[in-house]
């Protein structure tokens, strides 16, 4: 999946940050309701905006707890 970002301060004039954010879910569980997601990656007007690695961590409480489906 693919996500687009834009932020742009609400001033005039001002330039819109567009990032684009590749994701990849990794199931690490047998039931799948844990995943990893991650990385965030500037577009235009890079200077000075890296590459942000983000991570997160998914867990679906409805398919069990933390501690089952291993």
């Keep these: ?3 687009f970002l834009a932020a742009r301060d609400l001033v005039d004039n001002a ?6 954010l590749p994701q990849m879910q990794v199931t690490i569980s047998k039931r799948q309701h844990i995943r990893l997601i991650s990385d965030r990656i500037p577009v235009n007007n ?20 933390l501690n ?3």
């Design 1 to 3: 999946m693919v996500e």
């Design 46 to 65: 890079t200077s000075g905006r890296p590459v942000q690695n983000n991570f997160l961590f998914a867990l679906d409480w409805q398919d069990g707890r």
């Design 15 to 20: 330039k819109t940050n567009w990032d684009v």
């Design 68 to 70: 089952e489906g291993w």
